[in-house]
């Protein structure tokens, strides 16, 4: 951490820094420039309480120097980790993808999806059976039932169920079903969910938040980690920025980004993270060439009429092709 | 809602449309453009599931007219809500002042810090008991440890007590010592948390999410609306942008702009919207002159060493004075 | 174009905005719905005043229907345009590779860099003479001598050059040496520079702004189209937003999106989209996968040392590789 | 300047940016930490070329310390600036109100306007001759002529004549006829045009870019103070973010923050600010509460038929009422 001083701050309230980082257990360094005096502080800085600092006397800002995660560090853990359930793994080679309704509507609906998206390449199935929606008016998911099916699409098809889970309430019941547990991008900084998916001992796939700044991402992630469960999915799916042609803006350097800093899985959402249905094929080959470790694209059997996120839906035909092309570029980036 | 077609729509397409909107029990009128078909749909939008429409052959665009909620809106009750807890009122004309720590450290800086802020004009004590942490390894409160001390405050001072509540398992536990529950921005889209502080009876303080539109952030206002609990005030607390001078951006348009919409009271937090104690009494009495219906500031005995949000907490005397001019400001917009 | 009256709008505001549309040239249907009055306007609004109707009396809002651009859309010219200049095509099924380092700083720079993008697949050189510098203490850049260093390099190598061009008065200077004027996203909307660019019939590298829409970016390209120069080129370089790990966000989306609104060619700057060197060749291949008609790469003989933008500059060697990525992923791509 | 180095750099690579350091003519101290090495540079960074040195081997990021900008800065000059032109005063406790139309469209416009703004109580006329419009179809302005009505009404009024130029080219005939020379948010990095402008000797109000950071704006600033001219105030005119109940996004927060980091007077635009004529008189008494050295605001005879920005314009009625209130909340914070 660097503490940098006003122009003008005095010799004592230099002195009073030094005190303050040192009564912190971090050893202090002055270095005396020629227009500003900084205290460097030495030594693990994230279990302070630093950032109060910046109201001390004759502060002019407190520059911290170290990630604020541990554990989903690549420093700590410098091979890539791989999740595998059932036939799904993603990470260290291996691309996963997850693929399937926005919500459970109905089992017919279901079990064509599963049975679609399994043919054209996918290996885990998603649909949502408790539905976080914005307006109290919008329809809120089946419920138990939902999940339900979902298991018996498992028990058809071989396809791992990925299901949102949304309060800390009910992650037995929704564990119970499923194999790997979404935390939703409203979700990600809800903390005593992300503790109690930890202890669920279950895989988590853990969406960003709309606008969560990567370190804010990777200390949500570090809360499941620090539970003991080492399962855990990073989801890239879009944020919020000024552009209204898109629904979110899909920042696919996150990927690159976030396979230098931590040894996670990073997954790409390109129906969320575009919001149109036509765009999706394109970030879907985009996110594999870019090194993705694994994808997850709505699908429906018929989009427009579809109970949530219809816009956004691939028919199982679009999704086909969009994985032919998937697979060729992921051959392709293979070739060393 | 106004179904706008490609320009080269089909008669079919156009048809498929219109048959598509009746179904979902709205009247469709088609008008036939120089360059583009549009149908128009008349009736609730809102119950319907209208988005979907979107990726129906031929549509280039689907435009919603009504805005989705519905309570609390000013069409619905043109006068505005006040909300009154103890002596703390804001709306309607009230400016209610909320101030004290970020978080309950100890029963000697919550009470000294109480009968400072009664003292000032403050009419509500805030202090964080359980503390929603970007990180897992930062102080995570005092829990109900911190509530009795809270309770103690209001004992002594009758202050109104605001602290805010995390998960819906704890809502009956805080509503045990609070006087206003409060929503924090990352929880404002955890919407089992919006029901349970609905059904608790118990007056809401909702932050907006950091990202969060103000539809968005109405529908999360709906959530407890509907639960029959009409006591909600929308804190505006900055939202994230491009801007780093600044902790988030605070937009104090905002003020305007729910005041035409809706008839609950509207609350600013300096502190969090600008994240720098220097910025906060300019912005309070900004807040002020704009029309805000409250503000809610933190203060703390000494913010270099507070166990969060050091940087951008007051002083006793620097509260005081902010009181002083936000007084003063007041009683200028006041005068007709 | 769509005006929506407020709820309680009387008969008479509603018969004044009939009346004020049907001024401007413009057909009205009035559509009464059943908490809304809407007077929709058929014609070509693009040529009216209509946002000033927002400010008439009982107007809740005005939605326009019709894209504000007109020679730019697809929809006037379905298939897609190729710009070709020497060896260069981009558009059109063909990929082109723009690559050289941020700065002109020295003939032997220059040079070696044209060897080296040239052996490894580019077919345009970029070399900055006039430098637009966020500070006024920074390299401005070698002005004409820098322009006479490229066009060498164009005589050795066959390269075209592209180069930048600030200010409508060095339009014939830099237009006498290069082959692509290239408009900085800090002068997208610098009308008077790009109708000077329009009329020097050269062809045009267009940046978008870091914070304009689509819709602004199409607009600034028909400001050159307008003046009968058809030779465009839409570069995406990535745009601000909150995130900080990269220095803008580049959002690939764009591509899937303005090959569907527009016939230009779509360009893709991965070293400024990202600003860091080690983010640039996955975000390469990314843009090829999705579909970008061309690239254009800072690459520099040693990046450390360069006069600007060395952080985000790639290696010969670095260079070489990532066209050998780019090569066998547009294969990936093109088989149908 | 602080190079942090990567956990795993080795000694030769730290050798090595110590070497860097001091060929920049910079002092380097070498800071071993538990985790992390850090070389700390000493010495005014502003004239390197520090950030190419993140591309250095080992680096993991560069940290600047200082400002960037220098004149601009209150540390060189402690003393707030006041810009006086006639009778219009901003800066050092002076509240200078600048008020008028969009686009001159006519004498008589401009005339009524002029009359109607003095008497309210605003000392200069807005008016813009030559117009940056997005679209190329939208009115461009009345160019000389239009310079020529302001200037008569300044010889009838008093007020002096505030309007904007957009190019280097016409800054000696927009000269001629203004008092402050505007430089709109698209052109604050026309960088040519700022040095075009700093050289007139005339009072400049450049207005901050919609994306651009304070940094970046104090720089533009330092574009024009560089040339010799002290004469700049700076505009917060509103930036570009997810918000689009707003047409931008005003944050006030900007004047607390520009008045600890400069000496230039800070105007408000809360116009351009909004974008909706019913916010303006709220967010006018919240600048002035918050500090503002100035406002300048929209006004027009009839909102509703201005040539552009009729949206956001006040007519004289509301203008003087504006007035009113601000003249009200001034008094009440001139009280110490």
Not at 44 to 67: F, H, N, Q, W
Request: aromatic share 4%; with cysteine; hydrophobic share 40%.
């Amino acid at each position: 951490m660097i503490v940098v001083m006003e122009k003008n701050a005095t010799p004592d309230q230099i002195q009073h820094m030094v005190d303050r980082v040192q009564e912190m257990g971090l050893k202090a360094h002055v270095i005396t420039g020629t227009e500003r005096t900084v205290v460097a502080a030495v030594g693990d800085e994230r279990d302070t309480k630093a950032e109060a600092l910046e109201s001390g006397p004759g502060v002019a800002k407190v520059l911290p120097i170290l990630a604020p995660y541990k554990v989903a560090s690549r420093e700590l853990k410098p091979e890539p980790t791989q999740i595998q359930v059932l036939d799904f793994k993603a990470g260290a080679g291996a691309l996963g993808v997850i693929a399937g309704p926005c919500s459970v509507e109905s089992e017919e609906q279901i079990m064509s999806s599963a049975v679609a998206v399994k043919k054209a390449g996918a290996t885990a199935l998603r649909g949502g059976a408790f539905k976080p929606r914005t307006s109290p008016y919008s329809f809120q998911g089946m419920k138990e039932e939902g999940l339900k099916i979902l298991a018996q699409a498992r028990a058809e098809t071989g396809l791992a169920v990925v299901t949102e889970v949304m309060t800390s309430e009910e992650v037995d019941l929704v564990a119970k079903y499923a194999d790997v547990l979404q935390i939703g991008a409203r979700n990600m900084q809800n903390y005593r969910l992300l503790e109690a998916v930890g202890k669920s001992g279950k895989a988590v796939l853990l969406k960003r938040g709309a606008s969560a700044t990567i370190d804010e991402f990777l200390l949500a992630a570090e809360y499941v980690l620090n539970e003991g469960n080492p399962n855990v999915m990073l989801c890239e799916r879009g944020i919020r920025t000024f552009e209204t042609h898109t629904r979110f803006t899909l920042p696919l350097a996150t990927i690159p980004y976030l396979h230098r800093k931590t040894h996670l899985p990073v997954i790409i959402d390109p129906s969320h993270g575009t919001g149109h249905a036509y765009m999706v094929p394109d970030m879907s080959v985009a996110a594999v060439a870019a090194g993705a470790d694994g994808l997850i694209i709505e699908v429906h059997p018929t989009p427009e009429t579809a109970a949530s996120d219809g816009y956004q839906s691939l028919d199982f035909e679009q999704f086909e092709e969009t994985m032919r092309r998937c697979k060729r570029v992921a051959e392709a980036i293979a070739v060393s």
